[in-house]
């Protein structure tokens, strides 16, 4: 069992960055492949990047391709989502899931642990 645990949401203006961090419980966090979805307000939920169990292996939507990174740090069970150059069309609810049996996902039906989500609002 995972529980994953989202923060470093905020209201921030177009162009600037926030740093996402997702903390997970459990002791089989460091062989799960991780990723970052989002949710906008009345649209469905969207992949924005994927990191492999070792980090070796990132994958990113190309909508956030250049401006966001992912990374993870196994040994305090922790990933991160900075992002950089913020655009308005980045707002939305931020999740983090985890993945038992895939190497690679960037569908919601790849993860079988969610967060709650943290919101990241951009404005002009």
């Known amino acids: 069992q995972v529980q994953l645990v989202e923060s470093g949401g905020g209201l921030v203006q177009t162009g600037e960055s926030l740093r996402l961090s997702c903390a997970a419980s459990?002791?089989?966090?460091?062989?799960?492949?991780m990723a970052w979805f989002r949710q906008a307000p009345g649209k469905e939920r969207e992949f924005v990047t994927s990191?492999?169990?070792?980090?070796?292996?990132?994958y990113y939507a190309d909508s956030v391709k250049g401006r966001f990174t992912i990374s993870r740090d196994n040994a305090k069970n922790t990933m991160f989502l900075q992002m950089n150059s913020l655009k308005l069309e980045d707002t939305a609810v931020y999740y983090c899931?985890?993945?038992?049996?895939?190497?690679?996902?960037?569908?919601?039906?790849?993860?079988?642990?969610w967060g709650q989500g943290t919101q990241v609002t951009v404005s002009s």
């Open positions: 899931a985890a993945s038992t049996y895939y190497a690679r996902s960037s569908t919601t039906r790849g993860y079988d642990y």
């Open positions: 459990g002791r089989t966090f460091s062989s799960k492949t």
């Open positions: 990191i492999s169990w070792n980090g070796d292996s990132t």
